[in-house]
């Protein structure tokens, strides 16, 4: 990097302290790159601004899942942590984007998240109240090689990081470089660095979270993503798990490191296709690489040294087309509230595919209001829980494959728990029959293993388990439905080894509306499986 004089410092500072002010008359100096053709399409990159761009390099952008959040370094700022002591010294700066689309003056996250030489951060969770950052720390001080977590508390601030713990990573992390990301899932970590002692030709691994809160040895890609002689960096996996980014300056590109496109074939994570070449404009002669999307991949934003912007590094952003774009998502927001007093609760989240279980991803929702924010791919269908001592979950559905196809990319769902009480009724929401039937269909062996496991934890709980119907159907039909029901959920949990005195089961017909039979959406309300808690 080339070294600033005491005068662009100054001005460097006067832009920081009075950006706000500025906007009108530096932002008609550059705000985009020259405009490149591609077939008929028009892509555009686009300069931030002046807000987040300087005189000094900004570099290695991450973006949230919703777009108006962004992190970034910055190079040799005064205000910089270690300005003072280490050369090229680079912290983390943010920006936050206001409902016009207008990017804020860029601030300094500061102590503990900006304590070392070299700072940054590699993931921000859609909930924004998780951040993985470089280096890895204990209790905020330095430690070495690695990546750490931190995590925003109820007055807004963030927690002093705390190294992942990753199997025999010291074995992997032996070169110049190393990064990282993670999946939106929360449970799988990507990373690059090289087994070679001080090589810059890095590989890309992959991590995966145990049940302990450990990480897994780091796994190859293997050999199509990782050359071999070649640097392959900064990957980026986009929100939908599947299409990953990454820089790399194998054969076939523009020049030095260029970004490329690959998806994944199977769970393995060995097998992909042909990565492919972004081209222009996202690649240029010069090296490219820190490409991250926001969730509805839309827009790329990467670092650029164009000679038309406000320093050696700015950040841009690129709108990306219909074949560089990863497969659809869908965002799913809401609050998590106890059952009983209607109070919002930081609490754990949980998501896993039906009819299978799988834990598919994981959250938590903010110590403030209780608000979360997840990702899923669209084509499966949820099991979605919040998890907290003492409490049981009322767990919901989402078929995401049916809300897609009838247009829905934004899902809000608040989720509740219910305090281990007895009288407390609980709904399962996940226990699935087909029409006029009682036979419980496979999807519904997730929900009722939960309540198993709520009675092997607590072993003299006594429960009632109950199914009730709409207004439609006579009342008689409506007792048999309703009371076979219930009885075919507490056979299944009878077969898993709970004790038969204490389980019963009733059914109710139409007798206990939990709202008026005068829609299709109050009908469904009202036909439902609960259990109560009848001693604990």
């Not at 993985?132 to 720390?137: K, V, W």
């Not at 767990?395 to 809000?412: C, M, P, Q, T």
């Not at 003299?460 to 207004?471: F, K, R, V």
């Amino acid at each position: 990097m080339k070294k600033e004089t005491l005068l662009l410092l100054l001005s460097v500072c006067f832009i920081r302290l009075n950006a706000q002010n500025s906007i009108d008359t530096i932002g008609k100096l550059v705000t985009q790159k020259e405009n490149i053709i591609t077939s008929t399409t028009i892509v555009k990159v686009e300069n931030l601004g002046p807000n987040i761009n300087t005189a000094l390099p900004e570099l290695r952008p991450t973006i949230s899942a919703d777009g108006n959040l962004l992190f970034f370094i910055v190079e040799n700022d005064p205000m910089n942590t270690k300005y003072n002591s280490v050369r090229n010294s680079q912290d983390i700066w943010y920006s936050v984007r206001d409902s016009f689309g207008n990017w804020g003056p860029a601030r300094h996250m500061g102590y503990p998240l900006n304590t070392y030489f070299y700072n940054a951060v590699f993931w921000i969770s859609p909930d924004k109240n998780r951040m993985l950052i470089r280096n890895a720390f204990i209790e905020g001080d330095y430690a070495g090689n690695g990546v750490s977590m931190s995590y925003r508390k109820a007055n807004g601030t963030w927690s002093k990081p705390n190294a992942l713990l990753i199997k025999n990573y010291q074995k992997y992390d032996k070169g110049r470089q190393n990064g990282a990301t993670m999946a939106h899932d929360g449970k799988t970590l990507l990373l690059y660095m090289t087994e070679e002692k001080g090589s810059y030709n890095n590989d890309i691994y992959v991590s995966f979270l145990q049940r302990d809160s450990t990480w897994s040895e780091p796994k190859s890609l293997g050999k199509k993503i990782n050359l071999p002689k070649y640097n392959e960096m900064t990957p980026y996996l986009a929100a939908d798990g599947v299409t990953l980014y990454f820089s790399s300056d194998r054969p076939g590109g523009l020049g030095d490191n260029d970004i490329w496109m690959t998806k994944r074939l199977d769970d393995s994570w060995q097998k992909w296709s042909d990565p492919v070449n972004l081209g222009a404009p996202i690649n240029t002669p010069d090296w490219d690489a820190f490409f991250t999307l926001d969730a509805g991949g839309e827009y790329a934003y990467l670092t650029s040294s164009d000679s038309t912007g406000f320093g050696e590094s700015d950040i841009v952003r690129v709108k990306l087309l219909e074949r560089e774009k990863p497969d659809p998502v869908v965002i799913v927001d809401g609050n998590i509230y106890n059952k009983k007093t209607g109070q919002p609760l930081s609490a754990s989240l949980i998501y896993e595919t039906l009819p299978d279980g799988t834990e598919a991803g994981n959250g938590i929702s903010s110590p403030v209001d209780g608000s979360f924010k997840i990702v899923l791919p669209y084509d499966k269908n949820y099991l979605i829980r919040a998890s907290a001592d003492k409490f049981f979950a009322i767990s919901e559905n989402l078929n995401l494959d049916s809300l897609v196809k009838a247009g829905n990319r934004e899902i809000h769902k608040d989720l509740y728990l219910v305090p281990i009480e007895i009288g407390q009724v609980f709904r399962l929401n996940n226990v699935f029959f087909d029409f006029d039937k009682w036979d419980l269909r496979p999807e519904s062996f997730v929900e009722l293993d939960r309540v198993v496991k709520l009675l092997n934890e607590n072993p003299s709980m006594e429960i009632e388990l109950s199914a009730h119907t709409d207004s439609f159907g006579s009342d008689d039909y409506n007792f048999k439905l309703s009371d076979n029901r219930a009885r075919s959920c507490m056979e299944y949990i009878l077969a898993k080894g709970i004790s038969p005195n204490r389980v019963t089961s009733q059914g109710y017909g139409e007798t206990k509306p939990v709202a008026e039979n005068d829609t299709p959406e109050n009908r469904q309300l009202n036909r439902r499986v609960e259990f109560k808690i009848t001693k604990n």
